[in-house]
C-alpha cells in the first residue's frame, strides 16, 4: 500500500526555499514582470489546491498532512506517528532528530549533492520553534495582505490565521488580474508543453 505524505510549508518557508529575497525581487515568468510573493503564493495556492484533490481521492489511510508548524514543535511524536503509519521501525527515530549532523558532514554533502544552498545550511542546525512565524519580520504588511487575499480561505482550511486587515478594493482588483493573468500563462505553458509532448 502506497501511503502518500504531504509536509506543508508555510509561506514563509516557501519563499525562503525558492531563494528569492521578497523585499526587492520581481520575477519573470512567460514574458511578464510580476513581484516575487505575488507568483510564489500563486504558486503555493495552486499546488495546495491540487495536494488537497489528490488526499479526498486517496482517503485518510494512503494520505497524510502534516504542517510544518506542527512538525517543528513536537517532532518526536508526528515522527512516531508516521513510522507507525508505515509500519516503520521506531527504534532509530533518535537517529533521524540527529539530521543536522549528516548535514554538517562534508562527506555526506558531497555525495548527496553536487551543490549546497544557502536554505540548505538550516539543514545543519537543529530544530528551532524560533522560526515559526518568521514570516512577520521578513515580509512587508502589504506583501503579506496580498498573500493571504490570493491564498483565501485554503489559508484557513488548513489551519493558519490571518495576520493583517483586508487589502483596499484598488489593491485587490490589482492582485487578482496578476492572478489570473498567471493562471492564463501557466494554462498556456502546459498548453504548449503537452504539444510538443514534453509534460
Not at 506542527?70 to 533518535?94: G, K, M, Q, W, Y
Request: hydrophobic share 35%; net charge positive.
Amino acid at each position: 500500500m502506497r501511503l502518500r505524505l504531504i509536509v506543508i510549508a508555510s509561506i514563509e518557508d516557501y519563499t525562503r526555499n525558492k531563494n528569492l529575497h521578497l523585499s526587492s525581487h520581481q520575477y519573470i515568468f512567460q514574458g511578464q514582470l510580476f513581484p516575487s510573493h505575488i507568483i510564489l503564493a500563486w504558486h503555493w495556492k495552486y499546488a495546495f489546491q491540487t495536494i488537497i484533490r489528490q488526499g479526498e481521492i486517496l482517503g485518510d489511510k494512503r494520505y497524510v498532512m502534516l504542517k510544518y508548524e506542527d512538525l517543528v514543535a513536537e517532532p518526536r511524536s508526528h515522527i512516531e506517528r508516521l513510522c507507525e503509519l508505515l509500519n516503520c521501525r521506531t527504534d532509530f527515530i533518535d537517529d533521524m532528530l540527529k539530521f543536522q549532523e549528516d548535514a554538517k558532514n562534508l562527506k555526506v554533502r558531497k555525495e548527496s549533492s553536487k551543490s549546497f544552498s544557502s536554505h540548505h545550511i538550516e539543514t545543519t542546525k537543529k530544530i528551532n520553534k524560533q522560526r515559526i512565524g518568521r514570516y512577520k519580520t521578513t515580509l512587508s504588511e502589504q506583501q503579506i495582505g496580498d498573500i493571504e487575499f490570493i491564498c483565501g480561505d485554503m489559508i484557513k482550511d488548513i489551519g493558519y490565521e490571518a495576520v493583517t486587515s483586508k487589502i483596499s478594493v484598488a489593491r485587490q482588483t490589482y492582485t487578482t488580474s496578476l492572478y489570473n493573468l498567471l493562471l492564463l500563462s501557466w494554462k498556456g505553458l502546459r498548453a504548449t508543453r503537452r504539444i510538443r509532448g514534453s509534460l
